[in-house]
Each structure stands twice: as structure tokens, then as C-alpha cells.
């Protein structure tokens, strides 16, 4: 039995409101908030843990697409 997926919501960068790549602004229109807020909340994290935030931040580029 084949299951169907009814839900459209899906990770993804967002040139759009891109600023430097588009993930931010991806990540915030998934959850639904202001890009702001996840832009901030990404510039704390590479404050406190510059390599894992750096690391994540290219893993998304190369692996979302963009809508």
C-alpha cells in the first residue's frame, strides 16, 4: 500500500529573500517567522560555535535546493 503525503511543506533555500545564499530565509519560511530572527539567531550561533555553525551553514547550501 503506497502512502501519500499531504503536507507540501519542505525545506529549501529561497533566493527570493536571499542575502548571501537563501538558507536563512528558507529555514525561517519553513517554520514561518521573520528572516530576521533566523538570521540572528544564526550570526549567535557562529559567535559560540564557529565551526559547527559554518560547517552546517555549507552542508545546507550544497544541499537544499531552491524552490
Do not use: H, Q
Request: charged share 20%; net charge positive; with cysteine.
Amino acid at each position: 500500500m503506497m502512502k501519500t503525503v499531504l503536507n507540501e511543506k519542505r525545506l529549501f533555500r529561497d533566493p527570493s529573500k536571499a542575502i548571501i545564499s537563501g538558507v536563512c530565509a528558507g529555514v525561517a519560511k519553513y517554520f514561518d517567522v521573520d528572516p530576521l530572527w533566523v538570521r540572528a539567531g544564526a550570526v549567535a550561533a557562529m559567535i559560540t560555535l564557529p565551526f559547527v555553525t559554518a560547517l552546517a551553514y555549507v552542508l545546507a547550501v550544497l544541499l537544499l535546493k531552491y524552490k
